[in-house]
């Protein structure tokens, strides 16, 4: 969550939305969100006391330059110092993008899979729904009204 969505009385604009940008670039290359170890309300105090979260330039060489440098600017607290759209898009990480690296294959390779976890729960799913199905009538009514 941007700051400004914190402690604004007039609400927010696409400077919102551009950090929010930030926020979804660092879960892409981290695959968790930012703070995500901490409880909500210690979050929502770290957003606004705390500097903004980022990517380190030692432990992230795998990210470039260009990147951790986007990624900097979209999470500036400073609204008046946070790009517009169209600033970003002139960003080297962008200008000098090539359509293969931008690529849903390329980008998402890294990434946990997202099948796992709902399959497991699915396979769990349906193993209490044959167990019902193999239970006499009388016993499925009786664990309805639990």
């Known amino acids: 969550m941007a700051p400004e969505v914190l402690q604004s009385q007039s609400g927010y604009d696409f ?29 929502l105090l770290m957003i606004i006391q705390n500097s903004p979260p980022g990517l380190d330039y030692d432990r992230d060489k ?13 999470l500036v607290k400073d609204l008046t110092k946070r790009p517009t759209a169209e600033k970003l898009l002139k960003h080297s990480s962008f200008k000098n993008a090539k359509p293969q690296e931008l690529s849903v294959k390329k980008l ?31 016993e499925q009514e009786a664990l309805s009204q639990v």
């Open 62 to 74: 795998k990210f470039s330059k260009p990147f951790k440098e986007m990624v900097a600017m979209c």
């Open 15 to 43: 400077k919102t939305d551009i950090c929010s940008f930030g926020i979804t670039a660092l879960e892409l290359a981290h695959g968790h969100a930012p703070f995500s170890k901490y409880p909500p309300m210690k979050v």
């Open 108 to 138: 998402s390779a890294d990434l946990p899979s997202l099948w796992n976890p709902v399959k497991a729960n699915l396979s769990l799913k349906d193993a209490a729904q044959l167990a019902l199905k193999k239970m006499p009538s009388a």
